[in-house]
């Protein structure tokens, strides 16, 4: 591993410390219900929640969390951003607190893992096979995967310990990420701490020759879509969950925290290589979704991530989605 170091990411408490310490913040629910559909026994400090949409079944995994030091925030200083986030008591000592979020779409024949997580590359994380395993989900059985872009933390879990770790997954990646992420001549142009993805990047194209470069968007199985949200990396895209009158809309890192997003589009990710492209798709994302009141889950957004976009007076809001397990 090499250049999102993990010394910027530190952990500063014991795992247990931690997860006790989300249990009693409210952010993390015991999975009862979802163990009983399965079966499984799942461990006790497991976050995962689950919405039905129509005949999907969306299970919401973590891989694990890090902190993003105030600095990585382009378009405020990081004293805004420490404030900012403290106003949400989400600024710790090493920044703010984000987690690693990936999805399981079921429609009871397939099974469809949206991004893996960044498998031990940055913060705490790594933690996604063991939650898969907890609710009976071995690598064998997942038919397909979504890496909505070539971030590191968002594939590095499709290609941990240098193999492909879902043997038998169709994988879909928009075109236009593919050919910047392995791109030599974007990878010399690019910061350092870009290089982790540009070879994880490499690593994806090796592992999967099968890859499917994607075009735009696109159904990929019947309620499934691909959207376009390109703006983050040249490729990122959504993905649309919709049967039934009812839709899930899975978006990626349009947003990071709600302290932060969407209640400002002109705060960026260091990340983003192109910071116009990135901001001027959260200009047009945030304000479509409120109007639409669509609900969304978010990698990045407190476990689990789901919510919508609403209006409050003249600015624009998160507001978590009650969710609830559904038989
Ligand atoms: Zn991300």
Redesign the pocket.
Known sequence: MTTMSRRAFALSLPAATLAGAALVGGAVEWPRAAAARTGAAVGAVLPLAQVEIGRFTVTILSDGWADMPFNYFPGRTPEQIEAAAATQFAARPEGVRIV?TQYLIDDGERRILVDSGPAGAIGDTGRLPSALAAIGVTPESIDAAIVT?M?V??MRGLVAGGRRVLPNAELYVDRRDVAHWTDPAKRAAAPDFLHSSFDTAADLVRLYPDLQATDGEREIARGISLVDLTGHTPGQIGVRVEDDGRSLLMV??MMFHPSLHPVADDIGFI?EQDPAAAQAMRARFFPRAAEEGALIAA??MPFPGLGRIVRDGGALRWLPAEWAFQS
């Open positions: 690693f872009h971030h933390d968002h990626s890192d990340f990698t990045h």
